[in-house]
C-alpha cells in the first residue's frame, strides 16, 4: 500500500488506516527501537516504546496533519525519538549513566560499522546520479517503479504515458543503467 493510498484510506476510515499503517509499518518500527534500546530495555521496555511510537504517529494522523514527505521517514523520525527518550528514562532508571574518564568506556562502542555504512551511501549516491545520466521519462520511471514500488500502470497514468511504453521504456533504462553502472565500478552484488 502506497503513501497515497493511506491517505486516501484515512479520508475513508481512520481505523482502516491505523490497521493499514501498522501493518505496513509495524517491522520497521520493531527494527529501529530495538537498534536503540537492545542494550538498556527488556521485551517488555521495547514492546512499550512501539506502542508510544503508534500513539504519537496516530495521533499525528488523526490532526490531519498534511504529510505531502515520504511517510516512512515522518515514521522512522518518530521511532527513533521516541526510542532515545526511552532509552534516556531507562539508562537514568539503571543508574547507568557513563562518564567518559570513567574506566567503563568500553560500554560506548558501537555495533555500527562507520566503513560499511559510509561505502552504502557513496553506492548509493553513484546510483542516484547514474539513474539522473539516463534523462527523462526514465529517471522518473525507474525512481517511481524501484524506489517508490508503483506499478507500470500508476506510473503510465503519473506521466501520461501507457502501461505497454513504460514497461518498454524501463526495460530499455534497466539494460542503459546496467552499463552505466559497470563503467562506475559498480556490479550488481554492489548494489544488494
Known amino acids: 500500500m502506497t503513501d497515497m493510498e493511506l491517505r486516501m484510506l484515512m479520508a475513508e476510515s481512520v481505523q482502516k488506516c491505523h490497521r493499514a499503517v501498522f501493518d ?4 520497521y518500527v520493531y527494527a529501529i527501537v530495538i537498534n536503540i534500546l537492545r542494550n538498556c ?6 514492546e512499550d516504546c512501539v506502542s508510544d511510537v503508534f500513539f504519537k504517529l496516530y495521533k499525528q494522523l488523526d490532526a ?5 514527505g ?5 515514521i522512522a523520525a518518530i521511532s527513533r525519538n521516541t526510542a532515545i527518550d526511552a532509552f534516556r528514562r531507562l539508562s537514568n532508571q539503571n543508574n547507568r549513566s557513563v562518564y567518559i574518564d570513567d574506566d567503563t568506556t568500553e560500554e560506548l562502542r558501537s555495533d555500527e560499522r562507520i566503513e560499511e555504512n559510509a561505502e552504502k551511501a557513496e ?22 517503479q524501484y524506489f517508490y514500488n508503483r506499478t507500470a500502470k500508476e506510473i503510465a497514468k503519473s506521466i501520461s504515458m501507457t502501461a505497454a511504453a513504460v ?12 552499463a552505466l553502472l559497470c563503467e562506475a ?3 550488481k552484488e554492489d548494489l544488494i
Open 123 to 144: 553506492r548509493s549516491r553513484i546510483l542516484l546520479g547514474k539513474i539522473k545520466e539516463l534523462g527523462e521519462p526514465d529517471t522518473t520511471i525507474i525512481i517511481q
Open 24 to 27: 505496513k509499518y509495524c517491522n
Open 167 to 178: 514497461q518498454k521504456r524501463s526495460s530499455r533504462a534497466k539494460q542503459k543503467l546496467k
Open 41 to 46: 530495555g527488556s521485551r517488555e521496555d521495547i
Open 70 to 74: 515520504d511517510l516512512k521517514s515522518f
Open 64 to 68: 490531519k496533519t498534511d504529510f505531502s
Open 185 to 187: 565500478g559498480i556490479g
